[in-house]
């Protein structure tokens, strides 16, 4: 039995195999290689997925076999409780470092990939959330044109059947926020976060509104920009580079947020909820689209947190539906989608490995490896259910409490 099973009380779940070639674990089983002595002190200094993460991004560590199933094998470890019973007692921690000493791993801890995030100041301030989002949107908008179907919705799409392509499910998810909004010709409508355009431009060319989008991405203000200009919208559709905090317009007579409210915070959630209330004429209707998990927590772990959404924060549906009903909203539907997220990302991790050469001419070999791991995590997180997604559908009531809604629903 090899040091790490005898601490672990168990076999390893995956192969291991070390810079010098020696390999131990289950024949058959993706083996993790440690390619060099940095990827252990990384591992030493900062144990755990952080860790993990920084190894693998920086190529110090990789990964033969099928990353998913590796991935599937550890967390089954983590989830059966044998990691958090892990105690190192005196004779444990002397040959550990015997060990790291007799490998040449001990030394300075080193550098973090210069992938990771790195932001300052009050925590949701807006300076900072603008670095926030800076982090992940503005990494190029080529590589989002690779990666994307060409809508550009980056947000879970609706697949209608299995053999539905993602193009055609991203357009029928913003048909279906358009028909659940009741968008006509001539109606004003909002998008708070609107990414790269892909709902502005789905509900002016194809249900006759004026809107409005707000973004803190540079890199996505120009896309939009270009875009309006393609298909001759510019007269009907106009995008700022705004925060939510700074609206100030006219209500309007619908309101939409699709993943944006992931990026506000808890102890900001309500200024945000309020902030889509008060945008919105009565019977006005609001389509809100959000991750979920099973309690409020900030961050998807140390590795999202680092390296894909900085102060991000999910809370569980009903916390949120909370958050609404407070602000003043009416909620008329809620709708789970967490199994067309598995879909979604998984055809965008295909697109990514079928265009890895390009992705790493757009942004390089750890950037893309970044986005393999963050890929392959996440449809992992939505198939466990270890993440959700709803669309939320509420409205501004009347003073007198009229809805405004029909009384069947016919949208979905």
């Known amino acids: 039995m090899t040091f790490v099973e005898k601490l672990l009380g168990v076999s390893l779940p995956v192969g291991l195999r070390t810079w010098d070639g020696v390999r131990i674990g289950p024949a058959g089983a993706p083996t993790v290689v440690l390619r060099n002595r940095r990827a252990l002190r990384r591992l030493l200094y900062s144990p755990g997925e952080l860790g993990l993460a920084r190894a693998y991004v920086s190529g110090d560590l990789d990964v033969e076999g099928d990353l998913t199933e590796g991935f599937r094998r550890i967390w089954a470890l983590t989830r059966s409780g044998v990691l958090s019973r892990v105690k190192l007692g005196p004779r444990d921690w002397a040959e550990a470092v015997r060990l790291a000493a007799s490998l040449g791993v001990l030394g300075p801890p080193p ?77 004003r409508l909002l998008d708070v976060g609107c990414g790269w355009g892909s709902l502005l431009v789905h509900a002016a060319k194809h249900h006759g509104v004026e809107a409005v989008g707000i973004t803190l991405s540079a890199e996505q203000l120009e896309h939009i920009r270009g875009r309006l200009a ?52 009565p019977t006005g209707r609001l389509v809100l689209q959000q991750m979920s998990r099973g309690a409020v927590a900030p961050g998807g772990g140390a590795f999202i947190e680092r390296y894909i959404a900085p102060d991000m924060t999910m809370r569980p549906v009903s916390r949120t539906l909370g958050h609404l009903e407070s602000a003043g909203f009416e909620i008329r539907d809620v709708h789970a989608m967490r199994e067309h997220y598995v879909d979604t990302v998984r055809a965008w991790t295909a697109t990514l490995e079928s265009r890895w050469d390009d992705a790493v001419a757009l942004i390089g070999e750890a950037g893309a490896r970044v986005w393999r791991l963050y890929l392959v995590g996440g449809a992992m997180a939505f198939e466990e259910n270890r993440m959700g997604v709803d669309q939320i559908l509420a409205v501004r009531p009347t003073d007198e409490g009229s809805s405004g809604m029909p009384a069947t629903r016919e949208f979905a």
């Open 230 to 281: 393609e298909h001759d919208l510019t007269d009907r559709v106009e995008v700022r580079r705004q925060d939510y905090r700074e609206l100030a317009d006219e209500p309007f007579d619908a309101v939409a947020s699709i993943e944006m409210g992931e990026h506000v915070g808890e102890d900001n959630y309500p200024t945000y909820t309020s902030t889509l209330f008060r945008m919105l004429k």
């Open 111 to 187: 550098r973090p990939p210069a992938e990771e995030a790195r932001l300052t100041g009050k925590l949701h301030s807006l300076l900072r959330d603008k670095a926030a989002i800076a982090h992940h949107y503005d990494t190029s908008n080529a590589f989002y044109q690779l990666l994307l179907d060409e809508s550009m919705a980056y947000s879970s799409a609706y697949f209608r059947s299995a053999e539905t392509s993602l193009a055609q499910a991203q357009w029928d998810k913003l048909e279906m926020i358009c028909r659940k909004l009741d968008l006509r010709p001539g109606m």
